[in-house]
């Protein structure tokens, strides 16, 4: 007789990770607004992980899996490979615990984000993100330098630590019907995911990706993972080919559906979220309320959590994205 092999993340893993981040990341506030839940017909409940340290979900997961590295590792230094949010969270937690951080990022990361893991202290390597391996040129470096290589989701301790979010959003709110979250590489959404089936079993999780990058729907569908290529979207921290192996595994359980939104209706929900909730959110981040907006979530419960997972984003660039000649 075979048994099922333990899972990869508990709610005990995200509530352990919880206490690790108390004191040294921010409890992101929860918004709400009527007319929001007008518009929708339901309860909405933002998460604001873009008022998070680094301005986004990431330094979470960053964080509880770089405390947790010996101090023969943290002598030596870490190694990361991201387009923006992952790689400021690897650079800022490297400096909380004392030691140094090589990023990995594509050439066409947002100026923005670039400048900021600089600012963190990090080294930063790019590659071209349409022809070159990340994976492949962060282990290299780690290999030849001796580096902890902390990747942007596919790891336990940074799963759980992006779970801590929707663990103190339903602390906070108590029971929801739905959850909706990003789906990039997919961490966000299995800690989330984790938590929420674990504390009420009936709550329904929505992902939701970008048109142009609909890999996780795709492998959700096929029953595995499945690789599409890079995809041209304004969402680039959802501009992946294919999800994470552990990621995929925890999600392809527990995630109930995947939304699909178009870079238009990012913009509108930009747009709405700086006009309406005075919050300015980030391609990526603005996409669980694109699909809240465009209709694209489906029938909605009477209460709805969202996760909002970011807010970087440069003035030029919103304006570029969201004003009137968008």
């Known amino acids: 007789m075979t048994t099922a092999p333990p899972p990869i993340i508990t709610l005990d893993d995200v509530r352990d990770a919880a206490a690790r981040l108390k004191g040294v990341a921010h409890r992101t506030p929860v918004l709400r607004s009527r007319t929001l839940d007008a518009l929708v017909g339901s309860e909405v409940l933002l998460k604001c992980e873009n008022f998070q340290r680094v301005g986004a979900f990431k330094f979470r997961g960053a964080y509880n899996a770089a405390s947790r590295l010996t101090t023969e590792q943290l002598a030596r230094g870490i190694a990361a490979y991201s387009s923006g949010n992952h790689a400021q969270a690897v650079a800022l937690a490297a400096r909380e615990l004392g030691t140094t951080a090589v990023i990995v990022m594509p050439d066409d990361a947002p100026r923005s984000k670039r400048e900021a893991t600089e600012a963190y202290g990090a080294e930063i390597v790019t590659y071209d993100r349409y022809g070159g391996d990340r994976v492949a040129i962060a282990e290299a470096l780690a290999a030849e330098r001796g580096l902890a290589v902390i990747p942007p989701y596919e790891h336990p301790h940074v799963m759980a630590g992006q779970g801590t979010a929707a663990l103190e959003l339903l602390e906070e709110v108590g029971e929801l019907g739905a959850l909706l979250a990003p789906v990039g590489g997919g961490g966000l959404i299995a800690g989330s995911a984790t938590v929420a089936k674990g504390l009420y079993e009936g709550i329904r999780i929505v992902g939701v990706e970008p048109e142009a990058g ?28 294919t999800p994470g192996e552990l990621t995929f595994s925890v999600n392809r359980r527990l995630v109930d559906t995947i939304a699909l939104v178009s870079d238009d209706e990012i913009r509108a929900a ?23 907006l465009s209709g694209r979530a489906g029938p909605l419960p009477r209460r709805v959590g969202v996760i909002v997972s970011g807010g970087n984003i440069d003035a030029e660039r919103f304006a570029r994205l969201c004003g009137d000649g968008a």
């Open 214 to 241: 609909d890999d996780t729907r795709r492998s959700l569908e096929a029953g595995r993972r499945v690789e599409i290529p890079v995809p041209h979207t304004i969402a680039d921290g959802q501009a992946l080919h």
């Open 270 to 292: 930009m747009r709405f979220a700086f006009e309406r909730l005075k919050i300015v959110i980030e391609p990526s981040g603005a996409t669980p309320l694109a699909a809240l």
